[in-house]
């Protein structure tokens, strides 16, 4: 049995119903999560799983929506009885990030450690790999590779091809990480069970928030809704999952309308605690 659940759909614009961005895929009894935006731990909660229940953490780029909440799943996974370290698989730039967290919050760590005596000290160990796109994570039930998608000037930017075996029958998960139309992406989509996939919808011009500039180029480093049509269109996937919506709130219908154009396939417009069964 594999899943894809959506914990978190949203983006750095705050909203109760669209956590930050995370996905959570579940191959087996295992738990692989990709980025750790805000709320991934409540959201994981509402899940009935425990941060100590994730098997490893892939981060696709270094934005803050995405690795937020690093730092409160690992205390969280502590809290909640890991006793393996904490795994973190992410570009260059994510060790310097975690462990400077580590030691803005060192005093109040020690602190807890000697006070709460918790016999599960290992859980507070962690192994971060830095990777690049020639990386690999396997074991017997899946591979998952990253690959590169375009979201400059953030560079590396990564999506991750996550690949697996259900009764016999080869399946594809792709997560786009933030990215403009990539080419490289629809490569690696190629036929794939389902595609979870990042989309900008629009932006209303406030001069008090933004120039004109400013939309110009949020909307440059994403995809569009008649651009991820086409994504998934050429990349002829079973099902497009998307999430990551900029912003939080906007017509679905709408969505649905501009999306479908271009892609006739099953088009799921994500929510927070979605799970889709692959
Ligand atoms: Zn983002």
């Known amino acids: 049995m ?13 909203s109760y119903k669209r956590f930050g961005p995370s996905t959570l895929i579940q191959i087996g009894k295992k738990n692989y999560l990709f980025d750790a935006g805000s709320g991934v731990s409540q959201r994981l909660n509402q899940s009935n799983i425990k941060s100590s229940e994730v098997e490893a953490l892939f981060i696709t780029h270094m934005h803050s929506d995405h690795i937020i909440d690093i730092y409160q799943l690992y205390i969280s996974g502590w809290h909640q009885g890991r006793i393996e370290p904490f795994k973190i698989i992410g570009p260059v730039g994510i060790r310097e990030f975690f462990e400077t967290q580590l030691q803005a919050f060192q005093e109040e760590l020690e602190g807890r450690k000697n006070w709460e005596a918790r016999p599960n000290k290992l859980g507070l160990d962690y192994v971060i790999l830095e990777i690049d796109k020639n990386y690999t994570f396997s074991n017997d039930e899946v591979k ?5 998608v375009d979201h400059k000037p953030v560079d590396p930017a990564y999506g991750f091809k996550i690949e697996f075996s259900d009764k016999g029958e080869d399946k594809k998960i792709i997560i786009s990480g933030d990215t403009r139309k990539s080419k490289k992406l629809i490569k690696e989509s190629l036929n794939a069970n389902a595609l979870v996939h990042e989309v900008f919808v629009s932006l209303e011009f406030d001069n008090k ?23 998934a269109a050429e990349a002829n996937v079973e099902k497009l999952i998307l999430t990551h919506f900029v912003p939080p709130v906007f017509d679905k219908s709408k969505l649905k309308a501009v999306v479908s154009e271009k892609y006739k396939g099953e088009l799921i417009i994500g929510e927070d605690l979605l799970n889709i069964e692959i």
Do not use: A, Q, W
């Open 2 to 14: 594999s899943n894809i659940k959506l914990l978190g759909t949203g983006c750095p614009s705050p």
């Open 144 to 148: 998952i590779t990253p690959f590169e």
């Open 209 to 231: 928030r933004m120039t004109k500039e400013t939309i110009k180029n949020v909307s440059d480093y994403h995809t569009n809704p008649n651009e991820v049509g086409e994504v």
